[in-house]
């Protein structure tokens, strides 16, 4: 199974600051199937960025996604108040689906 | 517009069996790869298992494998996952997710959620 790890923990920062999370792979993964997620409280996730950099529909040109390999990151350039979330990876591979263990990105 | 809406949780005891569903609408459901997600109170997500479009092809975790079954009726444009053997550390918000493909491609809808509970 690829473990993915979520890289910080916790992001504390201000409206307006660039947000870089990280995510790597304990095995290489197909750029094709990693995906970024953003969960709020109490909601469903909602996809951001599939096949490593493109966007979902509806998803603002801030956030962009980069990688490849075992190294992943999601960029979001100027935070929005509405950004404040939780940040999951995914990838899928031989062995199965897996999540990473999220970043949560909070205001400083 | 695309709407998923599981239902079928509720508390159960060890050992027993459950039997969750998930409505869709607003898309040809057979063209999609369906999922079933899941997240522990306060925790993070994990995957639970796939199906394809016309339901040939499933896969597991392996946290669920020889206990969980994904199937789907595509006259009825549902998704369903039987659970048995529960165990306490399968208690969790149980999601629906459609995927964006035929296979794998990210999980562009989701539900809102079924909660289960496996306590005695």
């Known amino acids: 199974e690829i473990v993915l790890t979520q890289s910080p923990g916790t992001l504390s920062l201000s409206p307006g600051e660039r947000a870089t999370l990280s995510c790597r792979a304990s095995?290489?993964?197909?750029?094709?199937?990693l995906a970024w997620y953003q969960q709020k409280p109490g909601q469903a996730p909602r996809l951001l960025i599939y096949?490593?950099?493109s966007r979902a529909t509806g998803i603002p040109d801030r956030f962009s996604g980069s990688g490849s390999g075992t190294d992943f990151t999601l960029t979001i350039s100027r935070l929005e108040p509405e950004d404040f979330a939780v940040y999951y990876c995914?990838?899928?591979?031989?062995?199965?689906?897996?999540f990473g263990g999220g970043t949560k990105v909070e205001i400083k | 517009e695309v709407q998923l809406v599981e239902s079928g949780g509720g508390v159960v005891q060890p050992g027993g069996s459950l039997r969750l569903s998930c409505a869709a609408s607003?898309?040809?459901?057979?063209?999609?790869?369906m999922h079933w997600v899941r997240q522990a109170p306060g925790k993070g997500l994990e995957w639970v298992s796939l199906?394809?479009?016309?339901?040939?092809?499933?896969y597991y975790a392996d946290s669920v494998k020889g206990r969980f079954t994904i199937s789907r009726d595509n006259s009825k444009n549902s998704l369903y996952l039987q659970m048995n053997s529960l165990r306490t550390e399968d208690t969790a918000l149980y999601y629906c997710?459609?995927?964006?493909?035929?296979?794998?491609?990210?999980?562009?809808?989701w539900g809102q959620g079924t909660l289960v509970t496996v306590s005695s």
């Open positions: 997710a459609k995927d964006s493909s035929s296979w794998y491609g990210g999980f562009d809808y």
């Open positions: 607003g898309f040809t459901f057979d063209d999609y790869a």
């Open positions: 199906i394809s479009g016309d339901g040939g092809s499933t």
């Open positions: 095995q290489s993964v197909s750029s094709s199937y």
């Open positions: 096949g490593a950099s």
């Open positions: 995914q990838q899928y591979g031989s062995s199965g689906l897996t």
